[in-house]
């Protein structure tokens, strides 16, 4: 039975409205909504992170050893790489990853806020999301490669958000994560959402290339999810990771209920703990 849990996608309600910050407002709604399509059995559990010590009370009440709290930069949700790093700073609980969308910085100054973020701000990664963007692109769009090529000089992960709510699921395209794994071997690519619902695809990009993780988060809690379970029973035990999607399903029901989905005993830690420990280059791992 794993102990130690590394949390791989946590955002606090209090980040942002569509997190579930106010209530009464249609992203209010949302963020109830989804709870319940994924199986949360308390749909409103996410008005408790009102502040940072309550999302840090919420973070230790659940028994997880680190939760990664991911920023984002859409056009429609920003979190500044300072702002995480803010929230994250002097909490042995959390750690940040930054997030960077070329089309509103430009290449050039893009990659430099990514060199700025990693070596200054101390974060562990940086979070690309090319389906949400203006206009939205796969993620093996030549523009973002730069970005792939400065994480893999920094020596730090890239994470992928795609999933069911990306605008067009066009843009959920498991294949285009195949390229840039081919173009950056070195380079650990973290899929999160588990770019649900091509779990077959996604699954099969991971079997050719090693340096693709996959964090199904609360999609393992929908039809066809098991495979994921599946995967890492199979030869993917060091690709699979745990992310409870918080604010969108509870910290501890998820840890509750990934331990009853059928992983063998000497996976779980792996899935639970090990394997984000290690692409984070967190202590222990």
């Known amino acids: 039975m794993a102990q130690q849990v590394i949390d791989m996608r946590s955002r606090p309600a209090f980040l942002h409205d569509f997190y579930g910050k106010t209530p009464g407002t249609k992203d209010y709604e949302v963020v109830k909504w989804l709870n319940g399509r994924v199986g949360s059995k308390e749909p409103e559990h996410f008005t408790r992170s009102k502040d940072a010590a309550?999302?840090?009370?919420?973070i230790k009440a659940a028994g997880i050893t680190t939760s990664v709290v991911v920023g984002r930069d859409t056009p429609s949700i920003k979190h500044s790489n300072d702002e995480i790093a803010a929230l994250v700073k002097g909490r042995?609980?959390?750690?940040?990853?930054?997030?960077?969308d070329p089309h509103r910085w430009g290449v050039r100054a893009a990659v430099q806020e990514v060199e700025r973020a990693v070596k200054k701000l101390?974060?562990?990664?940086?979070?690309v999301e090319p389906g949400f963007g203006a206009p939205p692109r796969n993620c093996d769009d030549p523009m973002l490669f730069p970005i792939y090529d400065a994480c893999d000089q920094l020596?730090?992960?890239?994470?992928?958000?795609?999933?069911?709510?990306a605008p067009s699921l066009d843009m959920v395209?498991?294949?285009?994560?195949?390229?840039?794994?081919?173009?950056?071997?070195?380079?650990s690519i973290i899929c999160y959402h588990g770019f649900y619902p091509y779990v077959n695809e996604i699954i099969g990009v991971a079997l050719r290339w090693e340096n693709v993780f996959i964090v199904p988060d609360m999609y393992i809690f929908v039809p066809g999810g098991g495979l994921y379970v599946e995967a890492a029973n199979g030869c993917m035990k060091n690709q699979i990771l745990f992310g409870s999607s918080y604010p969108f399903r509870p910290m501890k029901q998820s840890i509750d209920d990934y331990r009853t989905l059928g992983f063998k005993d000497?996976?779980?830690?792996?899935?639970?703990?090990?394997?984000?420990?290690?692409?984070?280059?967190?202590?222990?791992?």
């Open 54 to 58: 309550s999302f840090a009370d919420e």
């Open 92 to 100: 042995k609980e959390m750690v940040g990853i930054g997030s960077i």
């Open 122 to 127: 101390g974060v562990r990664g940086i979070n």
């Open 155 to 165: 020596g730090v992960p890239v994470s992928i958000m795609s999933g069911p709510t």
């Open 173 to 187: 395209n498991p294949s285009a994560v195949g390229h840039v794994a081919k173009a950056f071997p070195n380079l």
């Open 266 to 285: 000497d996976v779980i830690d792996s899935v639970m703990y090990g394997n984000a420990a290690r692409v984070l280059k967190l202590g222990g791992a």
